[in-house]
Nanobody, 119 residues
């Protein structure tokens, strides 16, 4: 199985930047996609960005041009660089990893890290 540990959240002013990190351990060789989701109070969890083994990326429309997802396969770490942050980006951000275990596709989640954008 895959375990994920996140870091990098915090409080930032509108227009500021943050970088989130997520380190994977365990059955890392079976991971095929890693990503970041977020959940704001009273809202459903939504995909922010993901990146496949091929480095193909996918972004939520509202973060395109502001957020960048990258992946270091040597360090088994995925990053989310967030620029030009807006108050509506405030949420708990969760790292995810999709992997194959015993022939089935599974997903692991990180513990979540709070991002607050406020003046």
């Amino acid at each position: 199985q895959v375990q994920l540990v996140e870091s990098g959240g915090g409080l930032v002013q509108p227009g500021g930047s943050l970088r989130l990190s997520c380190a994977a351990s365990g059955s890392i060789f079976s991971i095929y996609t890693m990503g970041w989701y977020r959940q704001a109070p009273g809202k459903q969890r939504e995909l922010v960005a993901d990146i496949a083994n091929s480095k193909t990326t996918n972004y939520l429309d509202s973060v395109k041009g502001r957020f960048t997802i990258t992946r270091d396969n040597v360090k088994n770490t995925v990053f989310l660089r967030m620029n030009a942050l807006k108050p509506e980006d405030t949420a708990v951000y969760y790292c995810s990893a999709d992997y194959i275990y015993e022939g089935e596709s599974r997903r692991s989640w990180g513990q979540g890290t709070q991002v607050t954008v406020s003046s």
